[in-house]
């Protein structure tokens, strides 16, 4: 039962809204394999300035239509992980129009001991900019795998 906790600055209608957590959900269901109606999506709209989001020191520039998305959730496998990683990049372009730099990732797993987290599972709370990157141009499972 993973809970999502979209932030992002105001401004979306209701509709877009909409378009934005059905596609985060899709993507949650084809990647963890959990049921359509376990669905726990909590969306916190900030006023412009209320958010920063840098570039990483990768020289890019990020829109005005940003989001975070943290996933609170039972331990992932590396896999589920990257998996959901390029599905959402790939979907929230398509489905809501956000360039895959607009949006960051982050993974909260309460039952996971930090003296288990191995450099792949640490790698894996990454800024999705980096990982989306990585996975895309297919460096991300022949370096960390």
Known sequence: MPLVR???IEG???EELRTLLGTIQNCVVESFGVPETDRYQIV???KPGRMVFLDTGLGFTRSEQRISIQFFTSPRTHLEKIKLYKLLSEELEKECGLEKRSFDFRFHEPGRRLELRTRRS????WPASVKTALVLDGLW???YL
Not at 122 to 125: F, G, K, Y
């Open 12 to 14: 979306r209608s209701d």
């Open 122 to 125: 640490a790698i894996c709370d």
């Open 141 to 143: 499972p022949r370096v």
């Open 44 to 46: 916190h709209e900030h």
């Open 6 to 8: 979209i932030d992002m």
